[in-house]
């Protein structure tokens, strides 16, 4: 109706419509919203690149999509969203990295992790720090820490709050390198604890 039935997928995973006229953006714009398809959470934290996980994929060890859900709902103030500014959060449900979280401000990789009594949880493997530059250049993340799946939402709030608190006027990337990973990871550590597990963490989120 207002693209010439044409829709574009991107790298990032958003949707572009082209050709449309200028006059009928805001009515684009309305039907979209009836969709729930017109946050304008363009750069912002909710902006996620996800891989499709264990959901869709035999080589994933963990769930991608429904953690992005997770991060999704419980990061939906916008006034938040703007002050953190240009975030980028990418996920892959295993080391084949198709998420990129290799190179993210902030990536998740999904794994497992054991408890004293050998018995098997969903986590993350956080990394921070990483990043695409621009003009051909980039950043790796550095591997941070790994702590359960079902913590993950709480350890991603901690290092937001954390960079929103104290970096001034510096960018996340300025600020992790500023800080350190060795930073990074003494405060994350209490949330990568395995023996005070709860029934539902051996659960992974969607399941």
Aim: net charge negative; with cysteine.
């Amino acid at each position: 109706q207002y693209s010439f039935g044409e829709i574009i997928v991107t790298h990032d995973q958003n949707l572009v419509l082209p050709n449309v006229k200028q006059a009928d953006l805001f009515s684009l714009w309305e039907k979209l919203e009836t969709q729930n398809l017109a946050t304008s959470n363009i750069g912002l934290l909710t902006d996620m690149i996800c891989c499709p996980g264990l959901d869709f994929c035999s080589l994933a060890s963990a769930g991608s999509i429904p953690i992005a859900k997770q991060i999704n709902e419980k990061f939906d103030d916008m006034d938040y969203l703007h002050d953190i500014g240009d975030i980028k959060i990418k996920m892959s449900g295993c080391m084949n990295a198709c998420g990129q979280h290799n190179m993210a401000h902030i990536g998740f990789q999904g794994m497992s992790v054991r408890t004293p009594e050998k018995l098997v949880a969903p986590a993350l493997q956080v990394l921070l720090g990483g990043g695409v530059l621009g003009n051909g250049d980039g950043r790796f993340a550095d591997k941070v820490i790994k702590i359960p799946s079902k913590r993950g939402p709480q350890a991603l709030r901690a290092i937001l709050d954390d960079y929103k608190a104290n970096a001034g006027d510096l960018d996340f990337l300025s600020y992790y390198d500023k800080k350190g990973q060795r930073y990074f990871y003494d405060f994350l550590k209490p949330l990568s604890e395995t023996d005070n597990l709860v029934e539902s963490d051996f659960v992974d989120w969607g399941n």
